[in-house]
């Protein structure tokens, strides 16, 4: 199957501070990338829809200068969680959307980014 | 708008069938099933895209009914490997792919 690679997979940062989380397919192109969040034992949290060339589509109650997302190429999306707070710890997870002839919109996950706020 | 999922826990013996159901209060174009180990990504298993589709993967297997806007995940045999927390994604027609997922069904498999 298609791979999705994130970058760090885990992070620590003081509160205040901006992380950048990168979402890379690696052996497809992906017009639209995916940003969720998870919290422990909870569902995914569609946080918003990427999608190449254009800006980033925020599900309600989402910040979007909060959590600024860049869909530089087919191939590489970017969440950066702006001057992070303890209440942004969190599990992040993109997924990148490849649409075939056979499985319209199947969606392969990254590993997830752990971010932890002090 | 989210897909309520049934039961929410599951404890099985190994060798043991279960049936996990999603339903949505929404229309449906298609129905997604991942399954998340603790720790790690979801993984996909399959996608359904008509009502009545059925689509099997091992022993793994799912049935949509488009009118009833539910779908339904039938393991059999269960196996060890089969533990973890299933999740449905439900995507609405005229939406731009997204997924809506459940809350998530865990399921444990004991020897």
């Known amino acids: 199957g298609a791979v999705v690679s994130q970058h760090p997979s885990r992070v620590i940062c003081k509160s205040g501070t901006s992380v950048k989380i990168e979402c890379r397919s690696l052996?497809?192109?992906?017009?639209?990338m995916f940003w969720y969040r998870q919290f422990p034992k909870k569902s995914l949290m569609l946080m918003a829809t990427s999608n190449e060339g254009s800006k980033a589509t925020y599900e309600q109650g989402v910040e979007k200068d909060k959590f600024l997302i860049n869909h530089a190429s087919l191939t590489l999306s970017t969440l950066t969680v702006t001057s992070a707070h303890p209440e942004d710890s969190s599990f992040y997870i993109c997924?990148?959307?490849?649409?075939?002839?056979?499985?319209?919109?199947?969606?392969?996950f990254g590993p997830g980014t752990r971010l932890t706020v002090l | 708008q989210q897909p309520v999922q049934s039961p929410q826990a599951v404890i099985l013996r190994e060798g043991e069938d279960a049936v996990i159901n999603c339903s949505s209060s929404k229309a449906l174009y298609s129905v997604h099933w991942y399954r998340q180990k603790h720790g790690e990504a979801p993984v996909f298993l399959m996608i359904?895209?008509?009502?009545?589709e059925q689509k099997g993967h091992e022993k793994i297997s799912a049935s949509f009914n488009e009118k009833k806007q539910q779908s339904s995940l039938y393991l059999t045999a269960s196996q060890l490997s089969y533990s973890g927390t299933y999740f449905c994604?439900?995507?609405?027609?005229?939406?731009?792919?997204?997924?809506?997922f459940g809350q998530g069904t865990t399921l444990q498999v004991k020897p």
């Open positions: 052996d497809f192109q992906a017009t639209t």
């Open positions: 994604g439900t995507e609405i027609r005229g939406n731009t792919g997204k997924l809506i």
């Open positions: 997924s990148a959307s490849l649409t075939t002839r056979l499985a319209r919109n199947e969606q392969f």
């Open positions: 359904l895209l008509k009502g009545g």
